[in-house]
């Protein structure tokens, strides 16, 4: 089980730190994060929607995620921020019934300005409730697209 989490850490700072050096050569470190209502990928949630503070800034996303359940994700920060690793917690269950927590980061980034989205690599380490045993840690990476 070690050995999975630590490739698994490994291939996420390999997933961020290339993700950090296309931004900064292409220079989208200024790209607008607001007004994305929606994000799609294999992330938890699969399928989201925006939650937004008074500011007008992505504070998280609720949406149905891959294991048939419910996903909540809230950044730690006042919202999230392009350039720059964003932590985040999140809870949901699985196969409907299943609850579970995570911790980890997302690092948006966007490949064409001329778009309207950005992407996020999801690096994260959660803990599962099942009723084989009483708690199942899990380490998970993602992809997403916000539009």
Do not use: C, K, Q, R
């Given at each position: 089980m070690k050995k999975k989490l630590i490739i698994v850490a490994v291939l996420s700072l390999v997933l961020i730190f290339s993700a950090n050096s296309m931004a900064q050569?292409?220079?989208?470190?200024?790209?607008d994060l607001e007004n994305r209502e929606?994000?799609?990928?294999?992330?938890?949630?699969?399928?989201g929607w925006a939650n937004y503070n008074k500011g007008g800034v992505i504070k998280g996303y609720k949406g149905i995620n891959f294991g048939l359940g419910y996903t909540d994700k809230r950044y730690m920060e006042p919202g999230i921020k392009m350039g720059k690793m964003n932590t985040f917690?999140?809870?949901?269950?699985?196969?409907?019934?299943?609850?579970?927590?995570?911790?980890?980061?997302?690092y948006p980034f966007v490949i064409n300005q001329e778009k309207d989205g950005f992407w996020t690599v999801t690096g994260s380490v959660g803990a599962l409730v099942d009723m084989e045993s009483p708690v199942t840690p899990f380490p998970r990476l993602g992809i997403s697209y916000h539009f």
């Open positions: 050569e292409n220079d989208f470190l200024d790209f929606m994000m799609i990928g294999f992330d938890f949630p699969a399928v917690w999140s809870w949901g269950t699985l196969s409907v019934i299943y609850p579970y927590a995570e911790v980890g980061i997302d």
